[in-house]
């Protein structure tokens, strides 16, 4: 007769049992163990499902919780807390001893529609990956990603758990339960329960990411351009290749799916993690462990540590902020169918080289070609220029000008009021005409070109034919020693910011 664990017990190993946790399946005791100093947890099979499944169910476990300490070992990485011994305790029956994490289950962190950051789910994400593509190499899967099953440590690290239990869950006739709930089955596992293939774990992985995103699981059946509607929704800053991915992982077709070797890869790239890290900066963040809150928090709910929050401190004198965020760049389809004497003028003949010397002088810099476009197009629409779809020849000096007081460059300010104004959405004047403007590089990114003896101008001068040369995503390539009386610059600056403890009460931002 085997018997329960209980708060107070001793068991036989010495461990004193100070928590008990009861699932459908197992049973999960937290224990001291005051000889090591230090606290471990133990699975067990529960005695109802024991008593219902006999000796096939005890081998079952046995069997995979041994192949889970073999195969993944204890110092594999987010694998598992350390695997550290599998041992048959008599009335207990077959127990695994793990260690003890010291941080919540993903579960805690979801729940009534709550998401999580993008930078937050991109790193649980990348380090779930980095575990079920380690088990999947040693032939091992887990058949049973659930929020429950993912733990965080206090440094707000991934520690996956069950490990060994999924084939126990089919010996007793469990095998509908074993992903908790029918969202995180893959469509052929809906149909054959007892299927172990590498693909199922990579489609709960898709389904964990989404609900981490949205606040919820995706409905059924899962269709792409569904999900990647609610990711978008969900996170208008969301970058592309992280929608993708998940809405890959979630693919019908097994075969369509990436393997988890793949998906490490992309959320665990450097690049990805500073580019959803800068796409979130105004975040609030625990300093400690590096987690990325959606709404403003106090205490952070991984390592219990205090929040921040980056506050913007005012643009320069001559400065106009524009926020980071998703805008409309390039020309789209709809565009297709529209057609030193004088210290107010901007400076012109300088080169690309004196441009970027003037601005790293003065503790600026030039500014990036999708940087400038969004500062002359704004961030509601696709306009053609910065004032809107149409040529209005009246808003910008260019060749055709009917106004004679400007024969070359007009003021900074000649355009900014009536019907003559053409200033920006943001209200940044002459993104259109007087001067083509300098960017740093040009529109391909690529670290040849930028390193190449070529760059680009954006919005044309007061030579050009504007109605062409002012279309806000136009980029017109020029030598970085080029110069003329029409050419000239203007500088952007990085936004800077002062930290503060979030208090409680503070206003979601």
């Not at 100093?37 to 069997?63: C, H, M, Q, T």
């Not at 990436?258 to 959803?276: F, H, S, T, Y």
């Not at 980071?324 to 057609?339: A, C, K, N, P, S």
Request: glycine content about 10%; hydrophobic content about 40%; aromatic content about 6%.
């Amino acid at each position: 007769m085997t018997v329960g664990l209980t708060v107070g017990m001793i068991l036989p190993t010495g461990e004193r049992v100070v928590e008990v946790l009861h699932g459908g399946f197992a049973e999960v005791g937290v224990l001291d163990d005051e000889f090591e100093g230090r606290r471990k947890v133990v699975n067990r099979i529960n005695d109802d499902v024991l008593a219902a499944g006999g000796e096939p169910v005890a081998r079952a476990f046995f069997n995979e919780c041994r192949i889970a300490v073999a195969k993944l070992g204890s110092e594999a990485k987010y694998t598992a807390p350390a695997l550290l011994a599998l041992r048959n305790l008599g009335d207990l029956g077959p127990v695994l001893f793990v260690g003890h994490v010291d941080g919540p289950a993903l579960r805690d962190l979801l729940g009534d529609g709550v998401r999580q950051s993008l930078t937050q789910t991109v790193r649980m994400g990348g380090q779930i990956a980095t575990a079920i593509a380690y088990a999947h190499e040693r032939d091992v899967r887990h058949r049973d990603l659930k929020p429950s099953n993912i733990l965080l440590s206090r440094g707000n690290e991934v520690r996956l758990i069950d490990w060994g239990l999924s084939l126990a869950h089919d010996a007793a006739g469990l095998a509908g339960l074993t992903a908790g709930v029918a969202a995180y089955l893959s469509p052929e596992r809906l149909v054959d329960p007892r299927l172990d293939a590498e693909a199922d774990d990579v489609y709960a992985l898709g389904v964990l990411l989404y609900e981490c995103l949205t606040g919820a699981c995706p409905r059924q059946p899962v269709l792409r351009r569904a999900v990647c509607d609610a990711l978008t929704g969900a996170h208008p800053l969301i970058p592309e290749a992280v929608r993708d991915l998940v809405a890959d992982l979630m693919a019908e077709d097994p075969q369509d799916r990436p393997d988890a070797r793949r998906v490490a890869a992309v959320l665990g790239d450097p690049a990805l993690l500073e580019d959803v890290a800068a796409r979130e900066v105004e975040r609030p963040f625990c300093r400690a462990c590096g987690f990325v809150a959606v709404s403003a928090v106090p205490d952070c709910p991984v390592c219990r540590g205090t929040m921040y929050e980056r506050v913007a401190r005012p643009p320069r004198e001559g400065m106009v902020r524009v926020d980071g965020g998703v805008f409309v760049h390039g020309i789209t389809e709809g565009l297709f169918e529209h057609r030193a004497l004088r210290p107010d003028h901007p400076v012109v003949n300088v080169t690309w080289k004196d441009a970027l010397c003037y601005a790293l002088w003065a503790g600026k810099r030039l500014p990036r070609p999708l940087e400038w476009e969004k500062a002359a197009r704004g961030d509601k629409d696709d306009r053609l220029y910065p004032w809107g779809d149409a040529w209005v020849p009246s808003r910008s000096n260019h060749n055709r000008l009917p106004a004679s007081e400007y024969r070359q460059t007009s003021p900074v300010y000649a355009f900014t009021s009536g019907e003559a104004d053409g200033r920006s959405p943001y209200g940044v004047a002459d993104m259109a005409g007087n001067v083509s403007e300098w960017v740093s590089h040009g529109r391909d990114s690529d670290a040849k070109i930028r390193s190449s003896e070529v760059r680009a101008v954006c919005g044309g001068g007061w030579t050009d034919s504007v109605a062409v040369n002012g279309v806000v995503s136009l980029l017109v390539a020029a030598s970085i020693d080029y110069r003329s009386e029409a050419t000239g610059f203007r500088c952007a600056v990085d936004i800077f910011y002062d930290e503060r403890p979030v208090k409680e009460g503070d206003a979601h931002r």
